[in-house]
């Protein structure tokens, strides 16, 4: 059975970090590409990043909104995938979900291109 567990959200203020994880099991961790989407009350749910599988490390791909103060890393060795979060403002305040994939590169920030999903985290940042 597959699972993705989030973990690390919470109530922070502007300016602020988080570090949510993401912890996989029941797939071969090693050959899906990663994404984080989030979804704020009263909005669809949007992509935020994504590492891709290849390589040692992967490749990190991101929306313009979070660009230079979001990082997706992930940790072979703990099946785990993780979204920093810095400078941290109200408009990031979303339930944020991860998601495993086997899609093309061009498909890597497509909800539909995912196909497993965890049950996401609350973040919150206050002003």
């Known amino acids: 059975q597959v699972q993705l567990v989030e973990s690390g959200g919470g109530l922070v203020q502007a300016g602020g970090s988080l570090r949510l994880s993401c912890a996989v099991t029941g797939l071969s961790f090693r050959t899906y590409n990663m994404g984080w989407f989030r979804q704020a009350p009263g909005k669809e749910r949007e992509f935020v990043g994504a590492?891709?599988?290849?390589?040692?490390?992967?490749?990190?791909y991101y929306a313009d909104s979070v660009q230079g103060r979001f990082t997706v890393s992930r940790d072979y060795t703990k099946d785990t995938v993780y979204l920093q979060m810095n400078s941290l403002t109200p408009d990031d305040t979303a339930v944020y979900s991860c998601?495993?994939?086997?899609?093309?590169?061009?498909?890597?920030?497509?909800?539909?291109?995912?196909?497993?999903w965890g049950q996401g985290t609350q973040v919150t940042v206050s002003s």
């Open positions: 590492i891709t599988s290849s390589g040692r490390s992967g490749r990190g």
């Open positions: 998601a495993a994939g086997r899609q093309v590169l061009s498909a890597i920030s497509q909800q539909s291109a995912y196909s497993y």
